[in-house]
């Protein structure tokens, strides 16, 4: 899967909802989540630890509690779905 990312100076958004759901897990504030032709994307507020966290994500060197990653990717998925669909 092609993965992008668009980083402005003030925000860090990602379609990847696994890599999403550990930076929230690590205290990243979400700002929203937004609607791109049919996907979701989480829009974070840019922080330092947003690089060292991806690093470690796509390097595989992350040590996260599985529950509490689990519980945030239902949450977020949840999120998305609302912000692709129109719920009513």
């Not at 507020?45 to 990653?69: H, M, S, W």
């Not at 990717?73 to 669909?85: E, F, G, H, N, Q």
Request: positive net charge; charged residues 30%.
């Amino acid at each position: 899967m092609r993965q992008t990312f668009r980083k402005t100076t003030d925000e860090f958004s990602t379609r990847d909802l696994y890599l999403a759901a550990v930076l929230k897990q690590a205290g990243i504030p979400i700002h929203r989540v937004e609607d791109s032709n049919g996907r979701g994307v989480f829009v974070f507020r840019a922080c330092k630890e947003i690089e060292a966290l991806t690093r470690d994500y796509f390097n595989g060197a992350l040590r996260v509690d599985p529950q509490g990653l689990f519980a945030v990717w239902k949450s977020l998925k949840s999120a998305a779905y609302s912000a692709i669909r129109d719920v009513r």
